[in-house]
Nanobody
Framework: VQLQASGGGLVQPGGSLRLSCVVSVSPDEILPMAWYRQAPEKQRELVAAISSGGRTQYSDSAKGRFTISRDSAKNTAYLQMNSLKPVDTAVYYC????????????????WGRGTLVTVSS
């Protein structure tokens, strides 16, 4: 299983970005997935997760601003980020696993390379 994340970039405070993560699995397999981020000199943290059944979970900092979703037909998960703040600056990673608890716990078997999001004026 391979994951390819994209969509990062430079955005002004208050702006929006949408990250995408394509996962290479068979079309009939829907994996739990998550987005994590790691800011400079900080630990990696969970941003949002989605189960194979569509149940979502968000960090407190993401609630109300970020939305995780998936297009199963395209084997792609998305992270729509609105009202971005400088503190959202980080490398964002997508992850996937066949077990949701592993995705939530940051111990997924599969990780993408990360995409940098910079929020700055």
């Amino acid at each position: 299983v391979q994951l390819q994340a994209s969509g990062g970039g430079l955005v002004q405070p208050g702006g929006s970005l949408r990250l995408s993560c394509v996962v290479s699995v068979s079309p009939d397999e829907i994996l739990p997935m998550a987005w994590y981020r790691q800011a400079p000199e900080k630990q990696r943290e969970l941003v949002a997760a989605i189960s194979s059944g569509g149940r979502t979970q968000y960090s407190d900092s993401a609630k109300g601003r970020f939305t995780i979703s998936r297009d199963s037909a395209k084997n792609t998960a998305y992270l729509q980020m609105n009202s971005l703040k400088p503190v959202d600056t980080a490398v964002y990673y997508c992850s996937a696993d066949r077990l949701f608890f592993k995705v939530l716990g940051g111990i997924s078997d599969y990780w993408g390379r990360g995409t940098l999001v910079t929020v700055s004026s």
